[in-house]
């Protein structure tokens, strides 16, 4: 079963840090965090290529640190520094390859709460 599952939210307070992980049942061949705030539209936050090269949005850029373990396919997002517009819902997407055809899945997101 095709699985993919975000974890590691909760409530921090400003300046606080959180590690948030990405837990696949699949091989896959990268992994992007996305976040989404009350009406905001969804934005991507990091993204981990299979080779291990990293980006990151500018908004973040100096206080998050992706780092991905193959072996247990996961992926993991550590923030530091968090600041009040951090708060959203964030969530994983890993694509793979399925017959040669591209294919993405989504994990079931996770809160982060930043207070000021």
């Known amino acids: 079963q095709v699985q993919l599952v975000a974890s590691g939210g909760g409530l921090v307070q400003a300046g606080g840090s959180l590690r948030l992980s990405c837990a696949a049942s699949?091989?896959?061949?990268?992994i992007c965090w996305y976040r989404q705030a009350p009406g905001k539209q969804r934005e991507l936050v990091a993204r981990?290529?299979?080779?291990?090269?990293?980006n990151y949005a500018d908004s973040v850029k100096g206080r998050c640190t992706l780092a991905r373990d193959n072996a247990k396919n996961t992926v993991y997002l550590q923030m530091n520094n968090l600041k009040p517009e951090d708060t959203a819902v964030y969530y994983c997407?890993?694509?793979?390859?399925?017959?040669?055809?591209?294919?993405?899945?989504w994990g079931q997101g996770t809160q982060v709460t930043v207070s000021s």
């Open positions: 981990i290529g299979r080779d291990g090269i990293t």
């Open positions: 997407a890993a694509d793979r390859l399925v017959g040669g055809v591209p294919n993405i899945y």
């Open positions: 699949f091989s896959f061949s990268s």
